[in-house]
């Protein structure tokens, strides 16, 4: 089965500055995507970013990036220049190929002002 | 346009009873999902509807039972509310290898 592990339950960061949230997921399938969800307290959930496994390019969204390494099974979430609305829980998630979605346990990010 | 919505919001309710929780998208989305997110935001999927059959159906009691009247819908029943239920319970939709659109989440509160 697989699974998806965060490492780091909080973590803060100083506006403006670049935090890295770690993840790492354990799997048999070659073909599967990633994502990084973020719950504000107004607890939605919202996509930040999604990476396909079999596209080894690093995927980015403006001030968000991951680092994708597949062998290692490990996909990391980048966010530089932290700004206050940055602050939430941010999610791992594994999308496996019978559409099963698992989420890691979440790191709570605060930036700190 | 809302894309995924869920009703009710909140929901206060006392041990015993029986609670509905509504879902609908309006997206053309053909699966959707039923989520828990308990105290400590721990996000599990409960079940999983493809074009209105059920997919993934994860160890739930089987006092919860989903029904999809069509795929842009999946309604949560569950009976004999207890209080380990209380957690936010997401729905979400997807197409394909998409990424999923959750729902605002319903509060249950069971006391």
């Known amino acids: 089965a697989q699974t998806v592990t965060q490492s780091q339950p909080e973590m803060s960061v100083q506006e403006a500055e670049t935090v890295t949230l770690s993840c790492t997921y354990d799997?048999?399938?070659?073909?599967?995507?990633l994502f990084w969800y973020k719950q504000p307290p107004s607890r939605q959930m919202i996509l930040v970013i999604r990476?396909?496994?079999?596209?080894?390019q690093n995927a980015t969204e403006n001030r968000f990036s991951v680092n994708f390494q597949k062998a290692a099974k490990s996909f990391s979430l980048k966010i530089s220049d932290s700004q206050l609305g940055d602050a939430a829980m941010y999610f791992c998630?594994?999308?496996?190929?019978?559409?099963?979605?698992?989420f890691g346990k979440g790191t709570r990010l605060h930036i700190l002002p | 346009d809302t894309a995924v919505s869920q009703t009710p919001k909140y929901l206060v309710t006392q041990m015993g009873n029986d609670k509905s929780i509504k879902c609908e998208q309006n997206?053309?989305?053909?699966?959707m999902y039923w989520y828990k997110q308990d105290s400590k935001k721990f996000l599990k999927i409960m079940f999983s509807?493809?074009?209105?059959?059920?997919?993934i159906n994860e160890t739930v009691p089987n006092r919860f039972s989903p029904k999809s009247p069509d795929k842009a819908h999946l309604n949560l029943h569950i009976n004999s509310l207890e209080l380990g239920d209380s957690a936010v319970y997401f729905c979400?939709?997807?197409?394909?290898?998409?990424?999923?659109?959750f729902g605002p989440g319903t509060r249950l509160t069971v006391l």
């Open positions: 509807y493809n074009n209105k059959e059920l997919i």
């Open positions: 990476q396909e496994a079999y596209k080894q």
């Open positions: 799997t048999s399938e070659s073909d599967y995507y």
């Open positions: 997206l053309g989305h053909d699966t």
């Open positions: 979400a939709s997807t197409l394909g290898g998409n990424e999923q659109f």
């Open positions: 998630a594994y999308r496996s190929k019978d559409d099963k979605i698992i």
